[in-house]
């Protein structure tokens, strides 16, 4: 599965952005997906996962409340809405994939999108 994601750019703390994540295939509903994110001179890490049906989601403790994950399977497409945002929150987002119930690793990825949040 190849990964496009895209809706980073600059916003104020405490505005909104939604990042899409568009995939290729005809297998999206088989993949499990995941967002993540990579500060300056940090490692990656987890921000939220959905699963195949959406029936289960998981979200790092410092986005829970703010930001929501969802998916359409109809258009091989997951989404991150981020509220309240702050400037911690700066990083490059990337989205990936997995079969679900593989597991924690994600063998797929998309390039990421820059989300930069000003305070």
């Known amino acids: 599965v190849q990964l496009q994601a895209s809706g980073g750019g600059l916003v104020q703390a405490g505005g909104s952005l939604r990042l899409t994540c568009a995939a290729s295939?005809?297998?999206?509903?088989?993949?499990?997906m995941g967002w993540f994110r990579q500060a300056p001179g940090k490692e990656r890490e987890f921000v939220a996962e959905?699963?195949?049906?959406?029936?289960?989601?998981y979200y790092t403790s410092s986005v829970q409340g703010r930001f929501t994950i969802s998916r359409d399977n109809a258009k091989n497409t997951v989404y991150l809405q981020m509220n309240s945002l702050k400037p911690e929150d700066t990083a490059v987002y990337y989205c990936?994939?997995?079969?679900?119930?593989?597991?924690?690793?994600?063998?797929?990825w998309g390039q990421g999108t820059q989300v930069t949040v000003s305070s």
């Open positions: 990936a994939a997995k079969v679900d119930g593989t597991g924690s690793y994600y063998p797929y």
């Open positions: 295939g005809r297998t999206f509903s088989r993949y499990a």
């Open positions: 959905i699963s195949r049906d959406s029936g289960t989601r």
